[in-house]
């Protein structure tokens, strides 16, 4: 039995959540965001399309409105919420979703997504999960619309679910390399049948209570792939790269304590994080990781034709990579001090 069906069958017993009672501010902004307009292009109608939207959040006022209006066309919206402070309930509520209040164990795990996939009474067999700062096209909609109305062609991937490309946006700019394109991810996935590994069992990493790293693991085969991309807004500036960076080099610190176990095995030959893995797992070992990482990135992986956002990205790219190695540096002396002499 594999660790994520483990997980499977060792939650099932737990409660059913209930969804947050709807919040009075609701119905006023409801007239402010005009929850049935749509983007420009061409798109199913509201609610048409039998998929459920799993968006996890915290303190997403920001963003929030205009990534439900790029899946409104879904059966479902679902938010999970880690206790905000901002309008971001009421207003993914005036959006027409369902919230659900997820609560953090300090031992690491659950985190947001998994505990969602698990637990949240799903009324559709398809979820598609997106963060907050993330914009479905209408392109990669009707793909969607194809794969969970059993339209889409078979034989990709054992079709309980769907590798999905993004588009990072970096200075108002969109990063075509610089490694970061293409990005793969398992988005779309049959919720009984896909759970997030975990990588290594160390507790509380400090980098947050949402997947970041981590990635799905089908029990049931491998993924297919779907051709067209969604948007990924994560870093409108730079103090939010900075800020996030900050906690996920902590998670590379016990990634690397961890010997980066996980389900993904690193394979040269295999899928798009196999072979991610494979070439950290020897980069690990390398000497001036920082300064082999931006040249990897900004040389290597063609950052320089990004022009100057390209140059900045891998600039943080290979700070991010000090500041791993140093906590990672960090954890080890710290546990070596208090190591019983």
């Known amino acids: 039995m594999s660790a994520a069906t483990s997980t499977m069958s060792s939650q099932s017993a737990a409660p059913t959540p209930q969804a947050v009672p709807r919040d009075a501010r609701a ?36 963003n929030i409105v205009e990534c439900i209006r790029h899946v409104r066309w879904a059966q479902h919206v679902t938010v999970i919420d880690s206790q905000s402070t901002d309008d971001t309930i009421p207003l993914a509520q005036a959006m027409g979703a369902e919230v659900y209040q997820f609560h953090y164990s300090k031992s690491g795990w659950p985190k947001k997504k998994n505990w969602a996939l698990e637990h949240v009474p799903w009324k559709t067999q398809w979820v598609l999960i997106m963060d907050a700062d993330e914009h479905m096209t209408p392109e990669l909609t009707e793909e969607v619309r194809q794969v969970v109305t059993g339209q889409y062609p078979a034989g990709n991937g054992c079709g309980d679910g769907y590798w999905l490309n993004r588009r990072f946006m970096f200075m108002n700019r969109w990063i075509k390399h610089c490694g970061y394109y293409p990005s793969w991810n398992v988005r779309l996935v049959k919720h009984t049948v896909g759970r997030y590994e975990r990588i290594g069992t160390l507790g509380d990493t400090g980098s947050g209570d949402n997947e970041v790293h981590e990635h799905i693991v089908l029990s049931t085969g491998e993924a297919g792939y779907l051709t067209h991309d969604f948007l990924h807004y ?95 540096q960090e954890m080890q002396a710290q546990r070596h001090k208090a190591a019983p002499r």
């Open 234 to 328: 994560a870093y409108p500036d730079i103090a939010t790269w900075v800020e996030k960076h900050n906690r996920y080099s902590t998670w590379e610190a016990h990634a690397m304590e961890a010997g980066d176990a996980g389900e993904v095995e690193p394979s040269l030959f295999g899928g798009p994080i196999a072979r991610r893995r494979w070439l950290k797992a020897r980069s690990r070992h390398m000497p001036l990781r920082p300064t082999l990482r931006f040249l990897y990135s900004y040389v290597l992986k063609g950052g320089m034709l990004d022009g100057y956002p390209g140059f900045v990205f891998c600039r943080l790219l290979a700070f991010y990579e000090f500041l791993s190695v140093a906590k990672h």
């Open 27 to 62: 119905d006023a902004l409801q007239n402010e965001v005009h929850p049935d307009q749509f983007p420009p292009g061409r798109w199913p109608a509201v609610g048409s399309v039998p998929v459920s939207v799993l968006i996890p959040v915290r303190n997403e006022q920001k």
